[in-house]
């Protein structure tokens, strides 16, 4: 910018010179018209790369990089009116040179701005610079970081069939179920190259909940001597909560498939894996009427047998910052590396989610 200042300064020196070298007003008037339309159409499109800056719609990298190319723009018109300028003052054949003001650019440019700040993706729509000295906008890193919650359910477990596919399991009761919970903590998401394709991966705190019905409820010593995981089904007890809850600290990799440059706008369609590590400890909750006590509630902290590790595959589906996601363990719910009885039931669920920065 002081290389700009520098040049206007030398400039108006020039044409304060010129004004006091002819007589014509007439061509006064249009050469200063002229240089207030130029500087005009400068400020008025530098505005709206810093609106659109500070609103977020692009990157730094981005709004220098217009930056560069309005100041040239800027200086060469500047320079084309200091010629046209110079052939008039000069002219040998003592005939005036043809000196037309240019338009009321600060009018036509606010009425540009208003239609541009109406689309709301004026800077994302007109192209790549033409003149990138820097090659900054080549160079820019199209990402960005947020935060998301992801709310599930499933009606029932999976289980692997004689062919190793997923099929509904009959473990749980029929009213039992399962819910799931997703706090994305963090996540990133990053352009490939110049694609629509994006990676984004993060930080994911993962909890479920099985919930095992009104009458039924999980214990570890049924058979006396045989450890594992066993249910049992009491019929003169309805249990307001009967269910055994589990966290995961899960890191997921996405490949986002997202057509707009901010990659956060329009449709979205993704797919990828994650895996994670238990947290704390497991918990079985009960709650039911007791004829001596009341209401009695029970909680118990223990690992419960369940998987140390969790892992599997997620697809997505979404609009903007709303999203829906299904996904399917490929890790049991109960550790498959210990020598108990255990169901061998798997984690599948839908959950409606969105986003935020």
Known sequence: MKHLATLASFFFLALTSFAQTTDDS?????LFANIENAYNSYQVRLDIVNEFLEAGAITEDSAQAWKWQ????FQE???EIAVDAGDQLWSEDGEEASVEPEEDTASAYAAVREANEAQGEWIEQVGEPDNDPKGTWKKRKRKFTGSGMNIGFAP????LDANQEFVPSDWLPETGTVSTVS???FFHQRRLGRTPLWLRSGLTWDFY???LGTHTYLTTDLIPGANGIYLMEDPSITFRNSALSTSYLTIPLWFYLNGSRTGRKGLIAAAGLYGGIRVGAPTRYLRYMDSNNGWTRERVNSRYYTNPLSAGVQLRIGYKKIHLTARQSVTPLFNPRLDIVRPDVYVASLAFG???D
């Open 26 to 30: 007439e061509a006064k008037v249009h």
């Open 70 to 73: 309005l100041m040239e723009n």
């Open 77 to 79: 018109r500047l320079m």
């Open 156 to 159: 029932y477990l999976m289980a």
């Open 183 to 185: 706090w994305d903590l």
């Open 209 to 211: 909940t099985v919930d």
């Open 354 to 356: 969105w986003d935020w």
